[in-house]
């Protein structure tokens, strides 16, 4: 079975890398609940999300829902154009559910506090990636986003180090034995004159 892989760039393009490819073969690392719920544990412990319960098939629809909203803005963004449809609208009302409310309480010294907000556990988790995608494509950063160069490689990263051009020094290992092959082939044909 494979998983996938967590760069680690940003949550939003953690989500949208779940859509992968294992030797040029696409493959959704969200098709199935378990699947996502295997995915949500990996990331509560690489990035210290909060754990969630009962995702349901509610769950995994929103999940892929946002992460599909995701992938085609951050496509728009790369090649300059492309269909955005309703994408961002998702990605902001997803967005939406972390609010917590003002809340006028006057036994409070402070007069207004703020209640917890009355989303629920998987809403909240969402909202985090959707704020997250808000932070990244409506800022100076959404210039730093890359689609992986290597063939078959469908990941999205942030180009943070000048010098990086792959999503993750595997494609990198990758492209450079594929070199490294077409060359000694190359070597070992005998020209003819
Ligand atoms: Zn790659």
């Avoid at 779940?18 to 690392?29: C, N």
């Avoid at 995915?39 to 969630?52: D, I, K």
């Avoid at 409070?108 to 985090?128: H, N």
């Avoid at 990941?155 to 060359?183: E, G, M």
């Amino acid at each position: 079975m494979h998983e996938p892989p967590l760069i680690g760039d940003t949550l939003a393009l953690d989500l949208a890398n779940t859509h992968f490819a294992v030797r040029g073969k696409p493959v959704d690392g969200l098709s199935n609940i378990e699947a996502l719920e295997r995915w949500l544990a990996a990331m509560h412990t690489s990035q210290g999300l909060a754990p969630v319960y009962d995702l349901g098939s509610a769950g995994l629809a929103s999940f892929i829902e946002l992460r599909d909203a995701i992938r085609t803005v951050a496509r728009a963004l790369i090649v300059g154009d492309g269909e955005i449809g309703d994408a961002v609208d998702r990605i902001n009302n997803f967005a939406r559910a972390n609010r917590a409310n003002p809340r006028l309480d006057m036994e409070q010294t402070g007069l207004i506090s703020r209640s917890e907000s009355a989303a629920t556990g998987m809403q909240r988790l969402l909202a985090e990636f959707a704020w997250d995608a808000i932070d990244l494509f409506g800022t100076e950063r959404r210039k730093l986003l890359r689609s992986c160069p290597a063939p078959d490689c469908p990941l999205l990263f942030i180009k943070d180090h000048s010098r990086r051009k792959w999503c993750q020094p595997s494609c990198a290992n990758r492209v450079r034995a594929a070199r490294a092959y077409r060359k000694q082939r190359k070597a070992a044909v005998p020209q003819s004159h």
